[in-house]
């Protein structure tokens, strides 16, 4: 179970403040490219895709080194189910901002749905290591682990985010999805018993 990427978008996301941002794009001044960018956000929003796209790419005309930019559009295009295009514009976004979590955890995710698992858990930890407080980055990890067969390490994962936010109620279950597979272990590995044990009495109440 993916836990969603992270979005960028104006502070004020409802229909009505995206059609007010739309509705003036002809007082965008041609040089600025942070207004494209929100032009952007708010065609997406409203379903506009193409506008979108043409938002985000005037935005980079105008400032190619825009992270945020890029970042957006690899979230169209995640979107859309175009991985090759929002892999490539993650990887742009992070050769511009080394330190931007949210576009490693992304990018995690992406590589994730294309089962590239080593490198997907390595973007991941990049993203919790600048993020330490990024519940859903370790949410996507312990998934990542979890499908490689590190279920010890999953489970941390899981319960780092709850640690973060108690009601994470996805953290939650994939938690004792981790338990039931290293139950399912325990019938070959007798060795695990102990540290199942340790692992159910720690578990906090369901939210």
């Not at 041609?30 to 895709?49: D, M, Q, S």
């Not at 945020?68 to 742009?92: C, M, P, T, V, W």
Request: net charge negative; charged share 25%; hydrophobic share 40%.
């Amino acid at each position: 179970m993916l836990c969603e990427p992270r979005r960028e978008a104006p502070r004020e996301s409802n229909p009505h403040v995206m059609r007010r941002t739309v509705s003036r794009i002809n007082d965008i001044k041609p040089e600025c490219a942070e207004a494209y960018n929100h032009l952007g956000v708010a065609f997406k929003e409203l379903e506009r895709i193409d506008e979108a796209v043409v938002g985000y790419h005037k935005a980079l005309n105008i400032k190619p080194g825009y992270a945020n930019a890029h970042f957006n559009l690899g979230n169209l295009y995640q979107d859309l189910g175009d991985l090759e295009k929002s892999i490539a514009s993650y990887r742009k976004a992070l050769s511009i901002k080394p330190d931007f979590a949210e576009a490693h955890g992304n990018l995690g995710v992406t590589l994730h749905s294309q089962g590239k698992l080593t490198e997907s858990a390595e973007r991941l930890y990049s993203a919790v290591n600048i993020n330490p407080d990024y519940s859903e980055a370790h949410i996507n990890l312990g998934n990542v682990l979890q499908d490689m067969g590190r279920v010890n390490e999953a489970w941390i994962s899981f319960q780092k985010a709850l640690n973060i936010n108690p009601k994470f109620f996805i953290a939650f279950s994939n938690m004792w999805l981790s338990i039931a597979s290293l139950c399912h272990d325990i019938l070959t590995k007798q060795t695990e018993i102990s540290f199942i044990e340790e692992l159910i009495d720690s578990l906090p109440t369901p939210p």
